[in-house]
């Protein structure tokens, strides 16, 4: 068995595609690009809010004060348009970014004390409406100085003046700390990053342990090899499981060593969750992946060996990416919460694991739970794979 296993794993190292799955992005891709990303969607949401904007602005003769605020932006420019009409074409070649229209009732209607309507036109169609928001912040402050304006009239003192504008104030008073509340957006990622690792990384070996074998015709020959046929994928099982293995646990390591290294120019809540991840939080993450890369590569392979063609072996494999994405999926939903009854769910269980232990909130009585019960899901997979493997009619299928 170990003889097959050494071989295999021989054959594997010199395949580059087997070392850029499993070793280079580890390291370096995947921390690479979601740090990047995070950096970059952080400077960009922080570019988009300070950017210059142009826009126009009509009816400013009925609203002067307000035209005056929009004025006193110093990353606000005023464009000049000749007309009404041409807003929407001004807007699609980006001469103007929004533009403003001011009723001519406007000023006749707040002094009535009525609520009165400016229109804003704007291309809404982007993920994060900047524009709106910037421009919510000038009316914002227009309404609050109205607002002042009206309850000064009345001759109330502060905190008549509190109460008028709100009368019952909500003081959130929550029991999460700091890392409780980041832990909860990112411990929601970090398991669909480490399983999905840990799936991809195995999934082109086991083709070629199986289906590739089978073109090759390099099966038949190891199955003449006074071996039993037990021996032949428990050694294939293995070098899938350790393949997976690596690469997760290469992940977690290039993971610790760039929050160790950058994890200080973080700021805000996200520091304080960095520093408070402990090298054991780290090692149980890595330790709730080994039944887990067992089930991946028990699947993995009884696909591979079902399959006729390398072909074949590949478009079955897809459908298994999907159906693993979903369990990852539930365990970011509301309300799905580590429980003795989602201990027992394979996938889900340890998603919610991970995402208890980056908030650190982890209730050590399920850890025992959650590996056992995976790796009771992992054994009895192999035994599946063992059983396939022994059925002619599934191993030369035609």
């Excluded at 083709?207 to 038949?220: C, P, S, V």
């Excluded at 997760?248 to 390591?253: D, R, S």
Aim: aromatic share 8%.
């Amino acid at each position: 068995m170990w003889t097959i296993y050494l071989k295999e794993l021989l054959e594997l190292t010199r395949d580059r595609k087997t070392l850029i799955f499993t070793i280079l992005i580890p390291i370096f891709a995947m921390p690479l690009i979601f740090g990047g990303f995070a950096y970059v969607s952080s400077h960009m949401f922080k570019s988009a809010r300070t950017a210059q904007m142009r826009y126009a602005i009509f009816g400013q003769q009925h609203a002067p004060e307000l035209s005056a605020r929009f004025a006193q932006q110093a990353n606000l420019q005023r464009v000049a348009l000749a007309d009404e009409s041409e807003i929407r074409s001004a807007i699609a070649d980006e001469r103007i970014k929004f533009a403003v229209v001011i009723p001519p009732q406007f000023d006749t209607t707040l002094q009535q004390h009525r609520q009165a309507a400016i229109a804003l036109h704007y291309n809404s169609a982007s993920t994060v409406d900047v524009t709106q928001q910037r421009v919510r912040e000038v009316i914002d402050g227009y309404n609050g100085s109205l607002r002042q304006q009206a309850l000064s009239a009345l001759n109330l003192n502060p905190a008549q003046l509190a109460f008028a504008l709100a009368p019952v104030v909500l003081e959130k008073k929550s029991t999460a700390d700091q890392r409780e509340q980041m832990g909860a957006v990112v411990g929601g990622m970090l398991p669909y990053l480490l399983l999905m690792v840990c799936l991809t990384a195995a999934m082109y070996p086991a083709i070629d342990l199986g289906a590739g074998e089978k073109e090759r015709g390099t099966l038949e020959t190891l199955l003449l090899a006074p071996v039993p046929r037990g021996a032949i994928v428990l050694a294939k099982f293995l070098v899938l499981f350790t393949v997976g293995m690596t690469s997760a646990v290469l992940m977690v390591g290039s993971m610790a060593v760039l929050l160790t290294v950058f994890g200080g120019s973080l700021e805000g809540n996200m520091a304080v969750m960095v520093r408070s991840i402990t090298l054991p939080d780290l090692a149980m993450i890595t330790l709730m992946l080994v039944p887990t890369a067992a089930i991946f590569a028990s699947l993995l392979l009884s696909i591979s060996i079902y399959a006729k063609s390398y072909k074949e072996a590949a478009g079955m494999i897809t459908p298994l990416m999907l159906l693993t994405i979903l369990p990852i999926v539930v365990a970011m939903l509301p309300g799905v919460t580590l429980t003795w009854l989602w201990a027992m769910v394979p996938l889900t269980n340890v998603s919610l694991a991970m995402k208890e232990l980056v908030k650190g909130t982890m209730d050590y009585s399920m850890f025992g739970v959650i590996l056992a019960s995976t790796t009771v899901i992992a054994g009895a997979l192999l035994l599946l794979c063992r059983w396939w493997f022994n059925r002619e009619a599934v191993l030369f299928r035609n």
